[in-house]
């Protein structure tokens, strides 16, 4: 496989955040206390009349935003994405989604590649919390290049928006100019033998897995499913109509995720045998990034395990 | 506006807040009851507003929130008495398929709501925003928000009295209905707020202490603050309300919190309201 430079997707929010800042005066953006791990810092002092920090007051900045937002502006919230979905569910239920207000909810550190911090910091729930509800669009974007790409969507866009990415560095392997369709899934690569979908972090390692796949004779067809909600469920369906099996795989919690959303689809219109490479209903905990994916089932050989027994179920 | 002229409205409103509930049998009569005066001159008085063409936005005009979304009936009343959309639609209060939901929503589009309340503790955040949106816009115009003495239990508002102080935004004037009473109870019983003004003025308020249901006291408070915006503080006014008042039997408890009339009851209440602008 080709080698990409490994960095980070919260640096591409970073990255993608000031780009939106310099291409609209509108946009402005609030953090609790996280600057620095939110890589906000460059939007913070190219732009500090926009840039509001809110001390660690997560559900206090969330409503700001909504009432910034009604006013006209473009307001990103950054925190880690535990503090930005669960501990202000209601306000972002109330004052985002049912109101419509265009906030833009960054949350990064998603996941068990938070690593060493252990479990109360690495959500495994949020895309399903925000999927549920009412006018939030939910993306997960899978490298630096396209998290960069899809912020500068998603403050193009009006309504509320949930970006959530990561900590550790990966690799790098979308196109810098690639524009960001919100909505659209993209195909990495076409199969005929069985559909993988994923997002974020684990596209990579679906790529790995297809590669492996490949030499053992069996033609995987890959789909980066960067957006949630709403779910290109065109694509979805015209993949599976052809390879006749599934495999998803993502970095949350089988419950709620980005496998939960396929499944729907699928039975409602198409049921195929299908696998799914996500957290069973347990916790995360301490350790490095790579040990964690390994100890969840949510690496490479995972992905490669659950290809190989859903073709046997075809 | 004239006092007198100020008390008619509030007089209207009253009949219009017993005539909502009983109507549907549902909602929170006391508490709108007791916040109505403080409203009234708000939007009757002071704030400079265009009802004939809302803008969400606000740009170039005050804005309002209403924090403890509950007494939606007082804040409905209002705005349509002040000519945001036609009163008789009071009558499709909390009725399947009307803009006069529950609890105020933006999902319905109804004219005068800028954002959903309901869930408690969070509406001084919004009116921070907004205030900071104000500010970036340089548009000189306050931003209001009312919010419950019940809703000041709740954690976020102490984060958001905090920022505002921290913040020095002094184009923010908050008003408590200070009633002492919420659902279970007498404030005193259920959670003791101990002293409220000293507690705003520890997070850098200035607080102007008043009794809410003294309408010439209301029009003085808001004009005060008025002049004081701009001063490097947010304010605070701290309204001594009587839940239920214009109502006998409804006050001096906390039992028509979310307690309808009956046929009996809404007849004796509205007898003792004079209709002064026509009921709906």
């Known amino acids: 496989m080709e080698t990409y430079e490994k960095k980070d997707t919260r640096s591409g929010f970073g990255a993608g955040l000031l780009e939106a800042g310099r291409h609209n005066p509108k946009v402005v953006a609030f953090c609790a206390d996280l600057t620095g791990s939110l890589k906000m810092g460059d939007f913070a002092k190219e732009f500090p009349d926009r840039f509001f920090q809110t001390g660690i007051a997560e559900a206090n900045m969330t409503n700001m935003a909504a009432g910034m937002a009604l006013s006209g502006f473009v307001p990103f919230t950054g925190t880690f994405a535990a503090f930005a979905t669960g501990r202000v569910y209601d306000q972002i239920r109330q004052c985002v ?8 909810i960054a949350a990064s550190h998603a996941g068990v590649t938070l690593g060493e911090d252990g479990a109360t910091h690495q959500i495994l729930e949020d895309i399903g919390l925000m ?10 974007p899978c490298d630096y290049n396209q998290t960069m790409n899809a912020t500068i969507a998603a403050a193009e866009y009006d309504g509320p928006v949930y970006l959530r990415f990561g900590r550790p560095k990966v690799p790098n392997f979308t196109p810098a100019d690639q524009k960001f369709e919100i909505g659209k899934a993209q195909m990495i690569q076409e199969g005929k033998d069985v559909t993988i979908f994923a997002c974020g972090h684990l596209v990579w390692k679906a790529m790995e897995a297809a590669e492996i ?3 053992q004779g069996i033609e995987a067809e890959l789909i980066n499913i960067h957006t949630i909600k709403p779910l290109d469920v065109e694509a979805v369906l015209k993949s599976v109509a052809k390879t006749r099996c599934v495999v998803t795989a993502e970095e949350h919690m089988r419950n709620g995720g980005l496998g939960d959303s396929i499944a729907q689809v699928l039975a409602l219109n198409n049921p195929v045998p299908m696998e799914m490479v996500a957290v069973d209903d347990v916790f995360g905990q301490s350790g490095t990034p790579d040990e964690l994916l390994k100890a969840y089932h949510l690496d490479t050989p995972d992905i490669v395990e659950a290809v190989k027994k859903v073709i046997k179920r075809k | 506006m004239e006092i007198n002229e100020l008390k008619r409205v509030a007089s209207q409103v009253r009949r219009d807040i017993i005539r909502m509930v009983h109507g549907c049998q549902s909602g929170h009569p006391g508490g709108s009851l007791g916040a109505t005066d403080l409203i009234t001159a708000l939007y009757f008085d002071q704030m400079q507003i265009n009802p004939a063409q809302f803008r969400m936005d606000g740009i170039g005009e005050d804005m309002f929130f209403l924090s403890n979304g509950h007494i939606s ?22 009725r399947l398929g009307t803009r006069l939901q529950g609890h105020p929503t933006t999902a319905e589009g109804l004219p005068g709501i ?13 009116a921070v ?13 306050l931003v209001f928000v009312l919010m419950g003495d019940g ?26 209905d200070y009633n002492k009473k919420q659902i279970d109870g007498p404030t005193d019983v259920v959670m003791h707020l101990g002293d409220m003004r000293a507690k705003y003025e520890a997070f850098g308020w200035k607080v102007i202490e008043l009794n809410g249901n003294n309408m010439q006291q209301v029009v003085d408070a808001l004009r005060l603050a008025r002049q004081g915006a701009g001063q490097g503080q947010p304010q605070l006014l701290l309204a001594h309300t ?14 028509w919190h979310g307690t309808p009339p009956n046929d009996e009851q809404a007849a004796n209440a509205l007898s003792q309201l004079e209709e002064t602008l026509g009921d709906y």
């Open chain 1, 213 to 215: 796949l490949k030499e």
């Open chain 1, 131 to 140: 999927k549920m509800l009412p006018n939030m669009t939910v993306i997960v």
């Open chain 2, 242 to 255: 009587e839940m239920g008042m214009g109502v006998d039997f409804m006050m001096g408890t906390h039992k």
């Open chain 2, 129 to 141: 925003g907004a205030a900071q949106a104000k500010r970036l816009n340089n548009d000189p115009h």
């Open chain 1, 97 to 104: 989604a049912y109101s419509n207000k265009n906030v833009k």
């Open chain 2, 151 to 176: 809703e000041q239990d709740e954690g976020q508002i102490w984060e958001a009295a905090m920022y505002a102080g921290a913040k020095k935004i002094d184009n923010l004037v908050g008003i408590l």
């Open chain 2, 114 to 126: 800028r954002i959903a309340s309901g869930s408690l503790g969070q509406g001084l955040s919004v």
């Open chain 2, 73 to 94: 009936p007082m804040f409905y009343s209002i705005l349509a008495r002040r000519g945001y959309f036609p009163v008789n639609e009071l009558a499709t209060f909390r």
